[in-house]
């Protein structure tokens, strides 16, 4: 008999199947009960179900589980119902998944030949079924095929607890090889079963150590139903387990005490007796049993842990402890391993989203784009996900429409409580205000996008141990740092901005602000207040023109960020007038300017700021960034004798009215000046060549300056001296070793001095120098050369200073190098070129590519003219490898490279124009694998040769040609094949590289191009 003692919608593991008055109270009671401690989902009851309408539920039963067990007893053949059950079992599981005889106090070999007792059975059902003697030889049947199986016999098997664990033993292993039973997608749990695996592989399962591992990740990912997920998956490896939920709020409820007091009793089978843990009898038993614990919400990890499982007292062998936290730090020093939960991929998300707001999978006709963004605002977050998605169930359109546009105004109420749980972590407010770490999570949120610098926020932060507040926050899941660049989930940072919103109705008694409209109130009602730490303010949002009274600041003493700046500011200086961008408000400001600014600003920027003067009481002693871009003034207030230290950059781009640049020799730590468009800069003043730090100097567009470039600082790394009026370079510019990327396009007035150029810089853009002669050098290390529209160059670019050796040297960065000068000659390394014509056919050797590395370089060059003017153009290389090994499929996988062609010096792409012959060089590298999969080795191994076409594309009205194409592969050992080849040179022999023209293929060209974009 069988029966059920879990609901009939559950999956059961294992099927058991008995005769009752043989076996309940006794082997079957035992063998059902270490089933259970073994969290093994089994089929049984004790009552005696055998009626018809429980039929059903067995049957379903039997489908489900995957084990099913038959105990064999002395009169288990005289129950016509344990009869049919076997052969129901037989029916259901021939074939499929396991059935395990289990023969107590029976010879095997009796049930299988039908002797004594069930030769009186068999004897008695046949003469009850004499008219269906069928039935009872499929009960034969059944009971031989069955008693053939593998099974377990219980002669000579005593202690009878010994042979339940073996059987027990045997069950579990054979479950392993099962998928788990656990249905997550019908659950809920996307993406689940990937993370259940990479926490077992941390587990170690097979070693009989004791290990711990932290699950940490911020507030909703899911850390709680993973940890869950894996305690359900392995608890029946365990001899013990426990899973105790919410401790940090069950701790501030009831105590640790109680909490250990609960996680005992789980784990000794709630046994309400439990000794304390101090008790040396408890410490024996925890030392010998095999132990699965689940901590799931520590605030504080350590002491927590600490607190219930302290670090002396011993666990079983192979025993396993899961922490979950918000806070990656505070699980180092006791875990194992630590495992960040991360976000859902964009697909996953997708799902989770539509089965809560659909109830499924599929997606209603007009919902797929809103689908979508509501799922990409919730950026992988399964809390979110689901809140949002249960939210918007049975909602209209336009109802969607309207919560998406809420959602970025203000974030769900479920979703910030959960949120904010990790700010309140970080410390409590008191009368001073937000803790220091506080401080430093809030600038974050509210006046720093996603991507900006770590060190530069760190200089920005006024308290001390910056590095440490930073890193800790991102311990906490409340930042995110990617090479050095940090960045904010959204729900995260709009948690924060509604904290500071928070704080008071009145905008001027607020921390922080950054809504226009309530820094428009605060300016021009004068309501600011010793509250206010910083303002942040687009100008380009502006309604209307603001009116800012002189005394709009006196109030705001406590002020450490004040930034007025508009995007819409561009490379000229100017706004985007052009495109449509223009600014129509202003910020108007009396003559007299403002009266007062905070001493203890740190970030000062004010685009377009409307006075000639600051205030002569500033004290900037704590100023570390001035941004003053296209303002009207005249010249800052300073002397080399003030206290400007801490200041880092200055940018006072397009500052048309600045008459001079004072000594700021103070300023120690300056690392980065813009004064590009400045008109009245003559000259480079002497005092620069004392900034030992300064790394990067923008002069561009200061079209008076002519000297003084003997004063630049050795340290500096990025220089632009774009559209100046210099003459030549000094001998002294070969001592600037450090300098990378040097921008001198557009010096009309250029003529020499290219010969004192540094060996290191990796960029160089000489756009438009229209009087320079020759480029009779270039530096060893050079990766991007802007020669363009050098209209009196006579001296051909040697781009072999850049290749060294004359080839592709074998640490050669194919990606990034790029070139472009006047010329109508492909360089004659180039062993594959064209005379006439943008695409080439190249026969490829055996060993064309590395055997043990997927990455393809090759170089390929243009000549070109743009008869005009294009907007954002860029270099198509098209390209179709070809094999031999089918000729019905001889085209392999196909793709295009895209090089942008940087004209006017790199400083804008939107117009670009060459009406003479230029040449282009550039490098390119494929990835083998990505275009051929896992096995590129093998399939390029048939790869025979390979077309190539180039074009040049962009936006705009423009006729472009191509006279001529050259290609420069790699082979093996990273060295171009230097002997020139052209078309008429081909003999069709297949060893080496060779070009050809074939008639199958789309790319192949004879002809010059010409083209017309109009895009």
């Known amino acids: 008999m069988a029966a059920s003692s879990s609901s009939s919608q559950e999956k059961y593991e294992v099927f058991l199947s008995f005769r009752g008055e043989d076996t309940r109270d006794g082997f079957i009671g035992h063998l059902y009960n270490a089933l259970r401690r073994k969290r093994i989902n089994t089929y049984k ?34 129950s016509t119902w344990c009869l049919d059950e076997v052969f129901r079992i037989l029916e259901c599981k021939r074939g499929g998944n396991d059935i395990i005889p289990i023969f107590y106090g029976i010879e095997p070999s009796i049930v299988r030949k039908q002797e004594q007792s069930y030769a009186v059975s068999f004897d008695k059902h046949e003469q009850c079924f004499k008219d269906k003697k069928d039935k009872v030889q499929r009960w034969r049947d059944a009971l031989k095929e069955v008693a053939a199986l593998s099974g377990y016999d219980s002669k000579n098997k005593s202690p009878e607890y010994k042979f339940i664990d073996e059987i027990v033993e045997d069950i579990l292993s054979k479950l392993c090889r099962y998928p788990s039973t656990c249905d997550h997608s019908k659950r809920g749990l996307i993406g689940i079963e990937n993370h259940i695996k990479e926490i077992e592989g941390l587990l170690c399962m ?78 024996e038993r925890l030392c010998r049993t095999k132990v699965l614990i689940v901590l799931d919400d520590l605030v504080d990890a350590i002491s927590q842990l600490n607190e219930l499982l302290p670090k002396e007292y011993k666990l079983g062998a192979g025993s396993r402890i899961i922490v979950t936290t918000r806070d990656a730090q505070l699980l180092k020093s006791r875990t194992d391993k630590v495992y960040e939960v991360k976000r859902l991929n964009d697909i996953e998300a997708l799902k989770l989203f539509r089965l809560h707001a659909f109830k499924n999978n599929c997606v209603l006709e007009g919902y797929e784009a809103l689908s979508k963004s509501v799922a990409d605002y919730a950026y992988g977050n399964p809390l979110a996900l689901e809140v949002l998605g249960s939210s918007l169930h049975s909602k209209s359109v336009e109802e969607w429409k309207s919560a998406l546009d ?31 770490i506080q401080d430093v999570f809030l600038d974050i949120a509210c006046f720093h996008y996603d991507g900006v610098d770590r060190k530069f926020v760190e200089n920005m932060i006024q308290h001390s141990g910056a590095t440490k507040k930073i890193s800790d926050l991102i311990d906490k899941c409340l930042i995110i740092e990617d090479r050095n660049r940090l960045s904010m989930h959204a729900f995260v940072r709009q948690m924060g901005k509604a904290i500071v919103y928070d704080e008071n109705k009145e905008p001027g008694q607020r921390s922080r602000l950054w809504k226009a409209q309530d820094v428009r109130h605060v300016l021009e009602r004068n309501t600011g207040s010793c509250t206010i730490e910083g303002i942040l303010l ?64 740190r970030q000062f920027q004010w685009d377009l700021y409307p006075s000639k003067d600051l205030p002569s009481n500033f004290n900037p002693e704590n100023l570390v960034e001035l941004v003053m871009r296209g303002s009207q003034l005249v010249e800052l207030p300073w002397n080399e004798d003030q206290p400007i230290e801490n200041l880092m950059k200055i940018d006072l781009g397009y500052c048309e009215s600045l008459i001079q640049i004072q000594n700021l020799c103070g300023a120690i730590n300056l690392q980065w000046i813009n004064i590009e468009g400045c008109p009245s800069l003559v000259q480079v003043p002497s005092w620069f060549k004392n900034l030992n730090k300064l790394e990067h100097l923008d002069l561009g567009c200061c079209k008076n300056l002519k000297d003084g470039l003997e004063n630049l600082p050795l340290n500096i790394m990025v220089l632009s001296l774009y559209g100046t009026a210099i003459e030549a370079l000094p001998s002294s510019f070969r001592d600037l070793e450090k300098l990378v990327y040097l921008n001198l396009s557009h010096c009309k007035n250029l003529t020499g001095g290219i010969e004192n150029l540094p060996l290191n810089p990796r960029r160089l853009y000489l756009s ?98 743009l008869n005009g003017y294009m907007s954002s153009p860029y270099i198509l290389v098209e390209f179709n490898f070809q094999t031999n090994v089918n000729s019905d499929d001889r085209l392999r996988p196909a793709g295009r490279i895209r090089r942008t062609l940087f004209c006017d010096g790199g400083r804008e792409i939107y117009r670009c124009e060459m009406e003479r012959d230029h040449v282009f060089i550039a490098g390119v590298k494929l990835n083998l694998k990505r275009l051929f999969g896992e096995e590129w080795s093998s399939v390029c191994c048939n790869v025979t040769e390979v077309s190539f076409r180039v074009s ?50 789309p790319h192949a060209s004879s002809k010059r191009i010409k083209a017309q974009s109009n895009n």
């Open 45 to 78: 009851d004790d009552e005696n179900l055998e009626s018809g309408h429980k039929i059903s539920e067995i049957m379903d039963a039997i489908k489900e589980s995957k084990i099913c067990i038959i105990v064999f007893s002395k009169d288990f053949a005289s």
């Open 206 to 283: 097979e070693s009989m150590d004791v290990r711990t591992i932290g699950l940490y990740g911020m507030g909703g990912i899911g850390k709680t139903t993973l940890a869950l997920a894996v305690f359900q998956t392995l608890s029946h490896h365990f001899e013990s387990r426990c899973f105790l939920r919410n401790v940090r709020e069950e701790c501030e409820k009831r105590g640790v005490m109680k909490l250990r007091k609960e996680l005992l009793s789980k784990l000794f089978c709630d046994d309400k007796t439990v000794p304390s843990l101090e008790s040396t009898h408890l410490q």
């Open 406 to 436: 809420e959602l970025q105004m203000e974030l769900n109420p479920k979703i910030e409580e959960v949120l904010r749980i990790s700010f309140n972590q970080l410390g409590k407010k008191d009368k001073k205000g937000y803790t220091p």
């Open 538 to 601: 687009n100008l380009f949002q502006l309604e209307k023109d603001v009116k800012v009274r002189p005394t709009a600041l006196s109030n705001m003493h406590d002020l450490r960020i004040l930034r007025f700046f508009h995007d819409a500011f561009d490379y000229e200086g100017k706004f985007r007038e052009r495109l449509g961008w223009a600014p129509y408000n202003k910020m108007h400001l009396l003559l007299e300017g403002i009266e007062y600014l905070s001493d203890k600003l």
């Open 768 to 865: 438009g120098c229209t009087r320079l002669k020759s480029i009779p050098v270039l530096p060893s290390g050079l990766d991007f050369l802007d020669a363009s529209n050098c209209t009196s160059l006579e001296t051909s670019v040697s781009w072999s200073d850049i290749q060294q050796v004359e080839g592709i040297r074998e640490d050669y960065n194919f990606e990034y190098r790029q070139a472009v000068y006047p010329g109508n000659e492909i360089p004659e390394w180039f062993s594959h070129q064209t005379d006439d014509g943008n695409s080439s056919h190249i026969h490829l050797p055996p060993n064309w590519f590395p055997i043990h590395d997927p990455l393809f370089g090759f170089l390929f060059s243009v000549v070109f003219r």
């Open 952 to 1001: 040049i594309e962009g936006t705009g009205v423009i006729n472009w040609e191509i006279k001529k194409f050259g290609m420069g592969l790699a082979s093996t050992w990273g060295t171009a094949t230097k002997s020139k080849r052209r078309f008429s040179e081909c003999n069709g022999q297949a060893s080496g590289y060779q070009d050809k023209v074939d008639s199958h293929d």
